[in-house]
C-alpha cells in the first residue's frame, strides 16, 4: 500500500497529487464555498529540486503576485520586508521595485502563471535564498470566503526533520 502524499487542510483527509483537483471540487462544494463566474487559480509550490514536499493554494480571481509573495513569505517565517522575486523565463517580478523590472502589484490570472513554470525566491538573512518552484494546477469554479485572496488547501505530509521546507502556516 502506498503512503497518500498529502492532507487537505480543508477536511485533514489524506490524498494524492493525482486525486487533488477532484477532491477539491467536491470538498469545497461541501464546504460551501460559493461558484463564481471567474475561476479561482489553483497552485502548486515546492521546494526547488524536492517535489516530495509541496504547498497547493487556491488564489481567488483577483489575487496579486504581492498577495501570494506575501503568503509565501509568511508560511516560510520570513520577515515581510526581505526581497523576493517571482521569475518565469527570463522575466521577473520583485518584491521591491527594480530598475527596469515590474514590480508585482498585478494580477495572477493575466500572467504567463497560467501557462508556465515558475521560480520563486526569497533573499533571507543566511547567505542562501529560499527557492521553491510552482505551476498552475488548473483552475477551479470556486472562490475562497471572505476576503483572503490566497487559501492554502493542500500540503504534503512533510516530516519535522525535514529543515529545508516551512512548518505548516497556524
Known sequence: ?????????????????RSLMEHLES??????????????????????????????VIARPDATFYDLDEFLKSTVGVDEDRSSRFQ?????YFSHMNDGY??????????????????????????????MEGKSMG????????NTPITLVADSNIPKEYHQWPQRPK
Open 27 to 56: 470538498c469545497l462544494t461541501k464546504k460551501g464555498w460559493q461558484e463564481a463566474f471567474d475561476p479561482s487559480l489553483v497552485i502548486h509550490i515546492s521546494p526547488k529540486m524536492d517535489s516530495r514536499y509541496y504547498l497547493v
Open 102 to 131: 515590474p514590480g508585482m502589484n498585478f494580477p495572477l490570472h493575466s500572467s504567463p502563471l497560467m501557462h508556465e513554470k515558475f521560480t520563486y525566491l526569497i533573499y533571507t538573512q543566511g547567505w542562501f535564498p529560499v527557492i
Open 139 to 146: 483552475k477551479i469554479t470556486r472562490v475562497s470566503p471572505g
Open 1 to 17: 500500500m502506498t503512503r497518500p502524499s498529502g492532507t487537505c487542510s480543508l477536511c485533514e483527509k489524506e490524498i494524492s497529487r
Open 88 to 92: 518565469f523565463n527570463n522575466q521577473m
